[in-house]
T-cell receptor
Framework: GENVEQHPSTLSVQEGDSAVIKCTYS??????FPWYKQELGKGPQLIID?????GEKKDQRIAVTLNKTAKHFSLHITETQPEDSAVYFC????????????FGTGTQLKVEL | EPEVTQTPSHQVTQMGQEVILRCVPISNHLYFYWYRQILGQKVEFLVS????????KSEIFDDQFSVERPDGSNFTLKIRSTKLEDSAMYFCASILDRNTEAFFGQGTRLTVV
């Protein structure tokens, strides 16, 4: 089955700096890669996603890149703000079967003033 | 904006007791999921449900677990005889179709004592 690795597990940046979180996946059949933000005590909230026919996608301060050959995808947050502090999860999904998401282990992002 | 709702938000139960976690997925969605998250760990897939039957389940989803969609709106997860290790956040999710994003509920925190 699919295995998603995520690094780093914790990331501390100064407000205004950029943050980068990286994930790798193992199943070449995976074709959809969402990123979720989880605040304490809440459910995962989708912040951006990318499909395998696209190499990069941007939404304001957030961007995601995908390298299908290397099975890598990354989340980039620019101009970080304190409200960006949360746990971020990458995930991968292949079409078929139950269409389940396989999650990475999470990154605790702390944006310091 | 439509959302997935889960009840209760917190459930405390004695070991060996049965619990039912309830979810109301987004109304026109067709695929339904349960995931769980043990404190501090990643989100793990339990089961997917489509067309009134289980389409995929994980190793975690053993005979103690069952799911049901008793009417047109509710989706439930039952744990027949809870164990201490069932303590976790349980998230319900739904998707419109297999190519669209997953929406997660706020979760039910299950504590087995």
């Amino acid at each position: 089955g699919e295995n998603v690795e995520q690094h780093p597990s914790t990331l501390s940046v100064q407000e205004g700096d950029s943050a980068v979180i990286k994930c790798t996946y193992s199943d070449s059949a995976s074709n959809y890669f969402p990123w979720y933000k989880q605040e304490l005590g809440k459910g995962p909230q989708l912040i951006i996603d990318i499909r395998s026919n696209v190499g990069e996608k941007k939404d304001q301060r957030i961007a995601v890149t995908l390298n299908k050959t290397a099975k890598h995808f990354s989340l980039h947050i620019t101009e970080t703000q304190p409200e960006d502090s949360a746990v971020y999860f990458c995930a991968a999904r292949a079409t078929g079967g139950g269409n389940k998401l396989t999650f990475g282990t999470g990154t605790q992002l702390k944006v310091e003033l | 904006e439509p959302e997935v709702t889960q009840t209760p938000s917190h459930q405390v139960t004695q070991m060996g007791q049965e619990v039912i976690l309830r979810c109301v997925p987004i109304s026109n969605h067709l695929y339904f999921y349960w995931y769980r998250q043990i404190l501090g760990q990643k989100v793990e897939f339990l089961v997917s449900f489509y067309n009134n039957e289980i389409s995929e389940k994980s190793e975690i989803f053993d005979d103690q677990f069952s799911v049901e969609r008793p009417d047109g709106s509710n989706f439930t997860l039952k744990i027949r005889s809870t164990k201490l290790e069932d303590s976790a956040m349980y998230f319900c999710a739904s998707i419109l179709d297999r190519n669209t994003e997953a929406f997660f509920g706020q979760g039910t925190r299950l504590t087995v004592v």
